[in-house]
C-alpha cells in the first residue's frame, strides 16, 4: 500500500536529519530482502550494511546472533553506493535531481522520461514518453512541478508533474538534437542548446517564438543561466565560451579556450561566482558576468562527459568512462585530489549533486542510474600519513592484513591494511634512505634495501631485526634499488648499480658463492618465476634477462624489449611468458624461451 503524504515535517537537528538520511538509504538499498521477509532485516540487510553508517553504529549492539561480516583493506567504497535505479531499456543519457531533492528525473535512449522517488528507488509515475526519440537531456523548473525534456529529434518537451499529464507541451524550433536544456531561476523562460549551433530562450507562459542565439560554430553541449538569470552561458565543441543576455539574446562576449583539447562541459557555481570548464588535464574556473579566468587546477581526468558543482561550491563532481570523480577545489590552486566512484560498466553520461549535498547521482550507458553517499567520498581512500619524507617502495602481506612501506626519511613503516593505522613497532635501524621494500610469500620476513649499502631482513610481525646485515661493497654504485625474494623464501635477489644481480641465502645472509648475474646495463626491476625456476631482470636500455635460477644459466639470450628502460617486470605461472613495462608507454609480453615478443599493449598516455 503506497500513501501519499502532502506534508514534510521538517527536521531542525543535523544528527537527526543524518541519522533518518542514513536509514533511508539502508531501507532502500536492501528494500527487496525486506520486503519479502522482516527477519532479513537482521540476517541480511544489516550485517552487510557500511560499518561506518549510523545505522549499523546504532542497531548493531543492540542485536545478538547477527552474522558478522569482515571488511578488508582501507578503501571505503563500500556504502558509498546506495543505490541502483533500473528500468529504463537503453542507455540512461541524463539526471536531474528535484528542487527539494525527494525526485529523479531521467531521460533515456528508449524515449522516456522517468521519475523516481529518491525514498524507495521505485518509480513515482509512469514514464513519460513524448514520441520524438531518445531523450538527451532532462531538468526540473525550480518552483513549480514541471520537468523538461530535450529530444534527438530536435523538439523540447515540458510536462506537468501534478495530475500526470498525458500530452507535453512542445516546443518546436530547433533543426537538431537538444542536447542541453535549462529553466531560468524565476521558472519564466528556458534555454536549450543543440546541435544546431544554435541556443533558443524560450518564453513559457506566452508561448511566443524563441530567441535564436547564433554564434557559435559547432553543436551546443551546455547551457546555464547565472544565478540572477541576468547572463545566459554556452559552451560548444568549437572550442569556445559565450556569454549572452539571459533575457534578450544579446550577445556579450566570447571567450576561445586556449586547450587544445574539447571543452568536457560547463557548469555554474550555485552562488553564482564561478563557472567551471572540465578538461582533460585540468580544470578551469572563470567569472561569469566577465569571462576572466580565475584559476586554473591541474588534475589528469580522462574524457568528461558532464560536471557538476556541489551545492557549497567547494567542490565539483564529474563523469567519465565508466566512473564518477569527486575533485575537491584547492582554495588557492594546485593539485586536487579526486575520488574515484566505481561501478559503472559503460560511459557516465551525466552527474549531479542532490541539493542537500549528501548524495550524487549518476547516468549511464549501461541503462542504470545510480545514487552515491557524496559525504563518503571525501576521502575514497584512507591516507596513511606518518612517513617525514617521499615513499619509495610499499608491499602487502600475502593475507592482506599488513602493508610495508619504504621512505626516504630512513624508516620501514608496518600499517594495518583494515584502520591505516602505523604499527608501533615499525622497524628502524637504516642510516640512510630506504630504496625497497619485500616480503616473503609465507609474509613472515621483510627485506630492505638502504642508500647506507645495507640489506636486511626483518620480523613482519614484530618489527625486530633478523639476523646480520648484508653488506655490499662501499662502492656508491653498489646500491640495490630493487629486490625480490624467491617463493620459497631461501634467496634473495637484489639489483646493483654495477650492473649485476646479486643472490642472497637468506638463512646465512651471505651471497651465494657464485659470480654475480651479469645485465647489459642497469637493471631496475628483478622478479622470482612463481614456481622458483626463473629470475628475469628488466634494465636500462630496454634489455631484458632471463635466468634458470637454480643453475644462474641464461634460459634464453638476452633481448631488447625496448630502446628506453624497463621498470617493471614479471612471469606467467607456466613460466612461457613474461610480461613488462617501461618508460616507452607500452605494455610488452615476450617469449620466455626465444625471446620474441608476443603482444605489445598500447593506450597509456604517461
Excluded at 584512507?382 to 593475507?399: L, T, Y
Excluded at 634460459?555 to 613488462?580: M, Y
Aim: hydrophobic letters at 35%; proline letters at 4%; charged letters at 20%.
Amino acid at each position: 500500500m503506497h500513501v501519499l503524504i502532502d506534508h514534510f515535517l521538517q527536521v531542525q537537528s543535523t544528527e537527526l536529519s543524518r541519522f533518518l538520511r542514513d536509514v533511508n538509504a539502508f531501507i532502500a538499498s536492501s528494500q527487496e530482502a525486506i520486503e519479502r521477509s522482516a527477519p532479513h532485516i537482521y540476517i541480511f540487510a544489516l550485517p552487510l550494511a557500511a560499518k561506518s553508517s549510523l545505522t549499523y553504529r546504532d542497531f548493531s549492539p543492540l542485536c545478538s546472533g547477527v552474522i558478522e561480516v569482515g571488511v578488508f583493506g582501507i578503501d571505503h567504497h563500500a556504502g558509498q553506493l546506495v543505490m541502483s535505479l533500473t528500468g529504463h531499456e537503453g542507455r540512461v543519457n541524463c539526471v536531474a535531481y528535484s528542487p527539494d531533492g525527494q525526485s529523479i528525473g531521467s531521460g533515456s535512449a528508449d524515449g522516456t522520461v522517468r521519475i523516481w522517488d529518491i525514498r524507495t528507488g521505485e518509480e513515482a509515475m509512469s514514464p513519460l514518453y513524448s514520441g520524438d526519440g531518445s531523450v538527451l537531456c532532462v531538468v526540473f523548473a525550480p518552483k513549480v512541478a514541471k520537468v523538461a525534456s530535450g529530444t534527438e529529434a530536435g523538439v523540447v518537451c515540458i510536462w506537468q508533474l501534478l495530475g500526470v499529464q498525458a500530452v507535453p507541451q512542445r516546443l518546436i524550433g530547433h533543426s537538431g538534437s537538444i542536447n542541453c536544456v535549462v529553466f531560468s531561476p524565476d521558472g519564466s523562460r528556458l534555454a536549450s542548446g543543440s546541435s544546431d549551433c544554435t541556443v533558443n530562450i524560450w518564453h513559457i507562459e506566452t508561448g511566443q517564438a524563441p530567441v535564436v542565439l547564433s554564434g557559435h560554430t559547432q553543436r551546443v553541449d551546455t547551457v546555464v543561466f547565472s544565478s540572477d538569470g541576468a547572463t545566459l552561458v554556452s559552451d560548444s565543441e568549437d572550442r569556445t565560451i559565450r556569454f549572452w543576455n539571459g533575457i534578450t539574446g544579446e550577445r556579450i562576449s566570447a571567450l576561445l579556450t586556449k586547450y587544445g583539447d574539447e571543452i568536457g562541459r560547463i557548469c555554474l557555481s550555485s552562488d553564482g561566482k564561478k563557472i567551471a570548464a572540465a578538461f582533460k588535464y585540468s580544470i578551469v574556473l572563470y567569472k561569469p558576468e566577465t569571462g576572466k579566468k580565475i584559476s586554473a587546477l591541474d588534475c589528469s581526468l580522462g574524457t568528461v562527459q558532464s560536471v557538476a558543482f556541489s551545492p557549497d561550491s567547494r567542490s565539483l563532481v564529474l563523469g567519465h568512462d565508466r566512473r564518477v570523480s569527486i575533485v575537491p577545489l584547492p582554495r588557492f590552486g594546485g593539485k586536487p585530489s579526486p575520488t574515484t566512484l566505481d561501478g559503472h560498466t559503460s560511459k557516465v553520461n551525466s552527474v549531479t549533486y542532490s541539493p542537500d549535498h549528501l548524495y550524487i547521482a549518476s547516468a549511464s550507458d549501461d541503462c542504470t542510474i545510480r545514487i552515491w553517499n557524496a559525504e563518503g567520498g571525501k576521502s575514497a581512500v584512507e591516507q596513511m600519513m606518518g612517513h617525514k619524507n617521499a615513499v619509495r617502495s610499499v608491499v602487502i602481506s600475502p593475507d592482506g592484513e599488513l602493508i610495508f612501506s619504504g621512505s626516504l626519511d630512513r624508516s620501514i613503516g608496518i600499517w594495518d591494511a583494515r584502520t591505516g593505522e602505523r604499527k608501533v613497532h615499525s622497524p628502524t635501524g637504516h642510516t640512510k634512505e630506504v630504496l625497497c621494500v619485500a616480503i616473503t610469500q609465507n609474509g613472515r620476513l621483510i627485506a630492505s634495501a638502504s642508500h647506507d649499502s645495507t640489506l636486511r631482513l626483518w620480523d613482519a610481525r614484530t618489527g625486530k631485526s633478523v639476523g646480520k646485515h648484508m653488506q655490499f661493497e662501499s662502492n656508491a654504485r653498489d646500491l640495490s634499488h630493487t629486490i625480490s625474494f624467491s617463493p620459497d623464501s631461501s634467496w634473495l635477489a637484489a639489483a646493483s648499480g654495477d650492473n649485476t644481480v646479486c643472490i642472497w641465502d637468506v638463512s646465512t645472509q651471505l651471497p651465494l658463492r657464485t659470480e654475480r648475474l651479469k645485465c647489459k646495463a642497469y637493471p631496475h626491476a628483478v622478479v622470482f618465476s612463481r614456481d622458483g625456476r626463473l629470475l628475469a631482470a628488466g634494465c636500462n636500455g630496454g634489455y631484458i634477462h632471463v635466468w634458470r635460477a637454480a643453475t644462474r644459466e641464461p634460459a634464453c639470450e638476452p633481448f631488447q624489449a625496448n630502446k628506453t628502460k624497463i621498470f617493471s617486470i614479471g612471469i606467467s605461472p607456466d613460466g612461457s611468458r613474461g610480461v613488462s613495462g617501461g618508460n616507452d608507454k607500452a605494455v610488452l609480453i615476450w617469449d620466455i624461451g626465444t625471446g620474441e615478443q608476443v603482444l605489445a599493449l598500447n593506450g597509456h598516455i604517461d
